[in-house]
């Protein structure tokens, strides 16, 4: 079993509709939790970043992680095509030093 | 914001020579240096970890020798693939730690490696 499970996709939606991702982690000494985008042959951008549970938002982006669950979630609200990317969940131990990625969520927003 | 500058972008080479990759970082110090392989559709593989002035980490399967790593200054890392073959054909990334931050992790724009 993967520490980290992401539901591949491919998650289409149509623009202006919001775009919900999760993940789920399986090991309790996870504590700092990101969101990459990669666009397609590009390097993964970070978009959001949370430290132990609760919610962040910023702009059209709400972050929130369940440490109870191991659940964490990204939400990108009013889609736009330009949204369309692979969506990476990954988190870190607080003491440790190696990313560990889910296995990324496929996005298309149509227009 | 942190930049993380990766060269060359794309590169053909024929089978059998070396291709080196040079990750940078362009505004600050990155003690730490990580570099990923990623196939088609897949999530990104962590091949080693890199810190300044000592032996890379490989991770469990990566060939230390065909895969060699050097992380001379705190801003300058470099994978190089030896005897590149068909199968090294991939997408390479590599990726710096901000001191002094757990979430501090910035990538670079990626190597698309090309053996003919």
């Known amino acids: 079993q993967k520490e980290v499970e992401q539901d591949p996709g491919p998650l289409s939606v149509p623009e202006g509709a919001i775009v919900s991702l999760n993940c789920t982690y399986s090991n309790s000494a996870f504590q700092y939790f990101m969101w990459y985008r990669q666009y397609s042959r590009k390097g993964p951008e970070l978009l959001m970043y949370?430290?132990?549970?609760g919610n962040k938002e910023d702009g059209r982006f709400t972050a929130q992680v369940d440490k109870s669950s191991k659940y964490i979630s990204l939400f990108i609200r009013d889609s736009q095509p330009s949204d369309s990317a692979t969506y990476l969940c990954?988190?870190?131990?607080?003491?440790?030093?190696?990313?560990?990625f889910g296995g990324g969520t496929r996005v298309l927003v149509k227009p | 914001g942190a930049v993380v500058s990766q060269h060359p972008s794309r590169v053909i080479c024929k089978s059998g020579t070396s291709v080196k990759i040079e990750c940078r970082s362009l505004d600050f110090q990155a003690t730490t240096m990580f570099w990923y392989r990623q196939f088609p559709k897949q999530s990104l593989m962590l091949m080693a970890t890199?810190?300044?002035?000592?032996?890379?980490?490989?991770e469990q399967g990566v060939e230390k020798d065909k895969f060699l790593i050097n992380h001379a200054s705190l801003t300058l890392s470099t994978l190089t693939v030896t005897s590149a073959h068909p199968e090294d054909s991939s997408f390479y990334i590599c990726s710096a730690r901000r001191q002094g931050e757990n979430y501090g992790y910035t990538f670079g724009s990626g190597t698309r490696l090309t053996v003919v």
């Open positions: 990954a988190t870190v131990k607080a003491a440790g030093n190696k990313l560990t």
């Open positions: 890199s810190n300044e002035g000592s032996k890379a980490t490989y």
């Open positions: 949370t430290y132990s549970s």
